[in-house]
């Protein structure tokens, strides 16, 4: 059963096909592994075995009749509890949505139940997709595998938690400036964040509308490309999907060859404030690839030393509109205020935003109301829209001169708990490298790049113009590849982990 759970998804799909195995065997093994590891790392908010078991089995049924299945079918997945599951409690990490079952699908979920992927259940994050570490969950934090004293990184720690701790092979995120991506390089997987508009938003309960993205967490970048494929095409329900087709992402990453591609090493995302590991395996990879046939230019981009700026003030004033709704008026927590017979509405929506909302939250929607004020408006969220503007020409620039760019996906490893709570600025920081891409709206990808000294894995990342996705998968497929000559296998093998016979 180690095998089994350990196996990528393509290969299980494979199995699976070959009939040497069921999907209600598969998906009992990573129920029983949820069972014996989550208790330690909390990478579920929510597991739904019956519900995941119940699609295996018709799934398998499907298949003994011949009927003709989608490749993944019957190959389990765990999805971020920031998008919406009918009849699944969805919270994204806040309290203020303790218990709340939505009567709706999100377009990813309907995606993965049309293709008969089980889903395992609701994957643990910061709240309202609000963190870098998954610290800030209202359920507490999750834990990396690799050292469970050290953060899985964020937002969606727990989506990246989970496929490290092979609690399930795929998991679907949400990367607003980092949080798919920046976990997959603090836990050695594969996260993919997809052009803005390439997967629908619909059922993603929002924090900055217009950076948010549903996307891959894998254990490898075909895997990645095949659950892209599923979960994206225009959607009619999200009015800034794209009605284009979406990019040949599995063909890209089967064909793995970066022979004459042009990648382009971005001088402002490296060197200062990154560790001296993290930029050696970058370097070390970026060798890989010239090897390979790639060739290796320099770009600059000037205005992403401005990206964190920017955006800290463009996602907390869409966060303050956002999160307006929640007001204990309809749905999520009501608490009456102590003290007071007959509260008016405007004092029950005081005490329960106070009660339901983190302290993280509370200083994002205090910042983003601030800088949509009167008088301010223009001073700061213009400002910064008019900065995001300057890093779309500067990606555009550097497009003329690469196919593809590359850059450390974080500055540092994981770090310990509690290491940077007390110091939001250098929380902040850790997605200085991520950031440009939502702001620009491209598309990402990470792959782990090796091990620092510490014994904990490095992130790479690829970033593309928009819908050329399939250049992040070609590109990434061909890294992993030459990685894994190197190390004798995946970077994840390496991992201490939790011992099997928890």
Not at 17 to 31: C, D, F, I, N, R
Not at 260 to 278: A, H, K, S, T, Y
Not at 314 to 326: H, Q
Not at 478 to 489: D, T
Request: proline share 6%.
């Amino acid at each position: 059963m180690t095998d089994l759970i350990r196996a990528t998804a393509e290969e299980l799909s494979r199995r699976l096909a070959a009939g040497e195995v069921t999907s209600v065997e598969l998906t009992q093994a990573y129920v029983d592994r949820i069972s014996a590891v989550d208790g330690e790392v909390h990478a579920f908010l929510h597991v739904d075995a019956d519900g995941a078991l119940a699609t295996a089995a018709d799934v398998d049924a499907r298949r003994a009749a011949g009927e003709e299945l989608h490749p993944l079918a019957g190959v389990p997945v765990a999805v971020k509890d920031v998008i919406t599951t009918r009849g699944v409690p969805t919270t994204a990490g806040s309290r203020i949505l303790e218990g709340w079952v939505p009567p709706y699908d999100a377009t990813v979920t309907t995606r993965l139940r049309a293709a008969g992927l089980p889903i395992l259940g609701k994957t643990n994050m910061d709240e309202f997709a609000m963190g870098s570490s998954t610290e800030h969950s209202g359920y507490g934090p999750t834990r990396n595998p690799w050292d469970t004293g050290r953060i899985p990184g964020g937002s969606g720690g727990g989506s990246a938690a989970a496929v490290a701790a092979f609690e399930a092979p795929l998991a679907v995120g949400t990367d607003t400036g980092g949080s798919i991506r920046q976990p997959g390089a603090m836990t050695g997987t594969v996260g993919v964040k997809p052009t803005y508009g390439g997967v629908s938003r619909y059922g993603l309960i929002a924090l900055a509308s217009s950076l948010d993205q549903a996307g891959p967490v894998t254990r490898s970048v075909l895997d990645a490309a095949l659950l892209h494929e599923v979960i994206a095409g225009h959607d009619p329900c999200d009015s800034t999907s794209i009605d284009q087709p979406v990019p040949p992402v599995v063909e890209a990453a089967r064909r793995a060859d970066v022979q004459g591609l042009r990648i382009g090493v971005v001088r402002e995302l490296g060197g200062e404030g990154f560790d001296p590991d993290v930029s050696a395996r970058f370097d070390e990879s970026l060798a890989l690839l010239e090897g390979a046939g790639a060739e290796i230019v320099e770009v600059s981009c000037p205005s992403f030393v401005n990206a964190l700026a920017a955006y800290y003030l463009i996602l907390p004033s869409e966060a303050s509109s956002n999160l307006a709704k929640f007001d204990a008026m309809r749905y999520g927590l009501r608490v009456a205020p102590d003290g007071v017979d007959a509260p008016s509405a405007e004092q029950v929506m005081a005490a329960s935003r106070d009660a339901g909302f983190g302290d993280e939250v509370k200083r994002r929607i205090i910042l983003g109301t601030y800088a949509l004020s009167s008088g301010y408006y223009e001073a700061y969220y213009g400002s910064a829209q008019k900065v995001r503007t300057l890093i779309a020409q500067d990606f555009a620039a550097a497009f003329e001169q690469a196919d593809v760019l590359a850059s450390p996906t974080s500055p540092t490893t994981a770090f310990p708990f509690g290491d940077k709570l007390d110091d939001p600025l250098a929380m902040y920081a850790q997605d200085v490298a991520t950031i440009p891409a939502n702001l620009a709206g491209v598309p990402g990808l990470s792959l782990p790049s090796g091990l620092a000294s510490d014994g904990l894995p490095t992130g790479f990342q690829l970033l593309a113009p928009a819908m050329a996705d399939d250049r992040l998968y070609n590109a990434g497929a061909a890294l992993e590849r030459l990685l894994e000559e190197k190390w004798g296998g995946t970077i994840l093998a390496q991992a201490p982990a939790l011992e099997e016979a928890r």
